[in-house]
């Protein structure tokens, strides 16, 4: 586990962090989180948390928050859960009140900078593909 913590570390806060559309990368020690803020075209900033478990590193990014609307909130669901399996490693999932998540974990022995590479571009492509469209499914005007 030091191994992995070492290896993230370096490379969130190396080159990562070095990145063009790396707004941020912090770490909260408490938690074993890291964060990593990007922006892109499609969302002025997104920021992945990165949860450091006994044989597990978790992904998690908040991708759009539950339409109030029920109908407008089923089409949402419908639609993202549908793109699932366009993923690797990574899929939409709905929080307990509707909202939109972008999850994943990956097994320690696995780990690598390249994993950890494609994970983070995974995110930002999904964020800068889907995240207007899914913006109007959920608060767009109806015809």
Request: proline share 4%; glycine share 8%.
């Amino acid at each position: 586990m030091e191994e992995a913590h070492a290896l993230i570390d370096a490379h969130l806060f190396g080159p990562i962090s070095a990145e063009p559309a790396i707004q941020h990368v912090e770490y909260e020690a408490e938690l074993r989180r890291w964060y990593v803020r990007f922006g892109c075209d499609g969302r002025d900033a997104a920021t992945i948390y990165f949860d450091l478990h006994q044989r597990t590193l978790r992904h998690e990014l908040y991708f759009l928050p539950a339409p109030e609307d029920q109908a407008r909130r089923a089409e949402l669901a419908i639609w993202v859960l549908q793109r699932n399996h366009d993923l690797y490693g990574t899929r939409f999932s709905m929080g307990p009140e509707g909202d939109i998540y972008l999850t994943g974990r990956l097994a320690l022995e696995h780990l690598t900078v390249g994993e950890l590479d494609r994970i983070i571009g995974v995110l930002y492509e999904v964020v800068e593909r889907w995240f207007g469209a899914a913006v109007k499914i959920a608060y767009g005007k109806r015809p």
